[in-house]
């Protein structure tokens, strides 16, 4: 029979609990208390300085063009790396340094990786590009197209796209042989091939490829939207509600029609290989849909092919003009500099005498690798990255960041800073390369003291963007091929001395260089032939 607890006994032993109770919950009591004490401190520091706004509504003055410029002289004036200012209950900070992104964007990414939909009214709600990863807030869906991205363009995986890479540069060299004035049209066109095969495994056309053309719509629609104040209805969503028909509602009369350019690019060319059996080993969407069940009905099949049709059309509309830019921006320094030029046609040479150069030759020529690294410096694509989100309160060299403070990293700030890269507004490849001591191979090596541009230009932490390892190869392909075969030289006025081409930017987020003209022209006759063997062998291939 169980025997029955003694009530005094019971009563004893929990009088000797009673001071352990006590010490604990004062120590509860103690930590709250600590708690508090610390986010009163918090929010009595100040916010990173900035230009002074009006009460209530705070800075309303859209800064002036080019907008990285002048965030980078507020930094100047206010004598701080962060710089920050608030709208519309908004709070804008912008990291004008390295030190400042590499701090929060990389050693705190776990809580500044968040993305804002404020501001975000045209594109995310309106245009519909909530389908880009790069644009999605941290939630399941983010997660799940990252890691679709991360692993299909991992830095090991993406070296199986490189035949596609170099079947389009091939294709490239023909075109500019066959004509050379146009070669911006051929840089877009060859960048649109590597990515609409590579992710789709789709043959495109030699002209007016439809995948080719509706990505470069989209493409274009977002530089025209994703502007920080462009749009009113990004200032005051309430805006969203107004019909089409009224005055002043032009705005949504045009995103109805971006919208259907915004689908058109994500459902069209997924919609023609979905259901394809045979696709392209080197294709991203046969990695992706590999183990996935295209016929089942489920809800979560469903979403997963969503997931991926969406992750595909982000591989585009993050990559394509971003690339183009930068190759135009090639075009441009070696007119501008002919003497940088030589010197990088001697070390390809060095390497590739007699032949076009191939991804065996990765590494062995240091200063194509320095020549994409002092473009990516020179002239990033993005001078003012998309924004990240902080989630909860922080703190900075002093400087209280509340919640939800939407964080701008100044790229281009960053890579015209003279104390990381002297004499920054030069273009300067060698700024990356350093004497060899070697005897039997190349003179010069890359300095791996310097700060490489491409950990900058792509993003950081965890929103850094997961193709940088397949457009920087690109990139190198096409530096190396084009320096193999051609020269790039100005034209001449009617006396025969050289005009330097128009040097200059244009564009909104993403820029490029202004319209310039240059002489592209083989840099002999054997090489001539070399190009042409190169641009038949790649036609007959089944890449």
């Known amino acids: 029979m169980q025997s029955l607890s003694n009530p005094a006994t019971t009563l004893v032993s929990f009088t000797m609990d009673i001071p352990s109770f006590t010490v604990a919950a004062g120590g509860v009591i103690a930590w709250l208390l600590l708690l508090w004490i610390s986010r009163l401190r918090r929010k009595s520091l100040p916010f990173p300085p900035g230009p002074a706004g009006y009460p209530l509504i705070g800075y309303v003055h859209t800064p002036a063009d080019p907008i990285w410029k002048t965030y980078r002289e507020w930094s100047q004036k206010y004598n701080s790396n962060i710089v920050g200012y ?33 501001g975000m009214t045209m594109a995310y709600e309106l245009v519909g590009l909530r389908w880009t990863a790069a644009l999605a807030p941290v939630g399941q869906y983010w997660r799940e197209a990252r890691k679709l991205l991360q692993q299909t363009f991992s830095p090991q995986l993406s070296r199986r796209y490189r035949p596609v890479q170099a079947a389009a540069i091939r294709r490239l060299l023909c075109n500019l042989l066959k004509d050379p004035l146009q070669f911006r049209d051929h840089t877009r066109y060859m960048t649109g091939e590597i990515i609409v095969r590579g992710s789709y495994g789709i043959d495109v056309q030699e002209k007016n490829d439809p995948y080719i053309a509706a990505a470069e719509r ?8 994703l502007v920080p104040g462009k749009w009113l209805v990004d200032v005051l969503p309430i805006l969203k509600y107004l019909p089409e028909w009224m005055p002043g509602a032009g705005f949504k009369r045009q995103a109805r029609l971006w919208h259907r350019d915004s689908v058109a690019m994500t459902d069209n060319p997924f919609n023609a290989i979905k259901d394809h059996d045979d696709l392209p080993q080197y294709c991203a969407a046969r990695l992706m849909l590999e183990n996935i069940d295209r016929n089942a009905e489920d809800a979560e099949n469903l979403t997963m092919l969503d997931h991926i049709k969406d992750s595909l059309a982000t591989v585009y509309s993050a990559g394509s003009d971003t690339t183009t830019s930068i190759l135009d921006t090639f075009i441009l320094a070696m007119a501008l500099s002919p003497d940088i030029q030589r010197e990088a046609q001697e070390d390809v040479d060095r ?3 007699g032949r076009l150069p ?5 590494g062995k020529i240091p200063y194509v690798d320095a020549l994409v690294r002092e473009c990516l410096r020179w002239r990033p694509p993005v001078p003012l990255a998309v924004p990240h989100m902080v989630t909860q309160d922080d703190v900075y060299n002093g400087y209280f960041i509340p919640a939800k403070s939407v964080i701008f990293p100044n790229i281009k700030a960053m890579l015209l800073d003279p104390d990381n890269y002297p004499e920054p507004e030069q273009f300067k490849p060698t700024r990356f390369l350093v004497k060899s001591g070697s005897t039997s191979g190349p003179d010069m090596v890359l300095d791996t003291s310097v700060s490489d541009p491409s950990n900058i230009v792509f993003g950081f932490g ?39 081409p128009r040097d200059g930017c244009k564009g ?14 083989p840099r002999s006759a054997k090489h001539k032939v070399l190009v042409t063997a190169a641009a038949a062998a790649a036609a007959a291939s089944d890449i």
Do not use: Q
């Not at 989209?218 to 939207?225: G, H, K, L, Q, T």
């Not at 940088?468 to 790039?488: E, H, Q, V």
């Not at 909104?508 to 022209?521: M, Q």
């Open 508 to 521: 909104n987020f993403i820029t490029h260089p202004e319209e310039f003209v240059c002489n592209i022209k």
């Open 462 to 500: 965890r929103r850094a963007c997961p193709g940088r390892w397949f457009a920087y190869d690109s990139l190198w392909m096409a530096f190396a091929s084009i320096l193999a075969t051609f020269d790039i030289l100005p034209v001449k006025d009617e006396n025969g001395r050289p005009v330097p």
């Open 358 to 362: 191939d991804y065996s030759d990765y």
């Open 351 to 353: 390497v590739c005498e």
């Open 218 to 225: 989209v493409v274009c629609i977002a530089n025209e939207i």
């Open 86 to 118: 608030k709208i519309l209950g908004t709070n804008i900070i912008i990291a004008n340094t390295i030190e400042v992104a590499n701090e929060l964007l990389e050693r705190r990414s776990a809580i500044y990786s968040d993305r804002s939909t404020v």
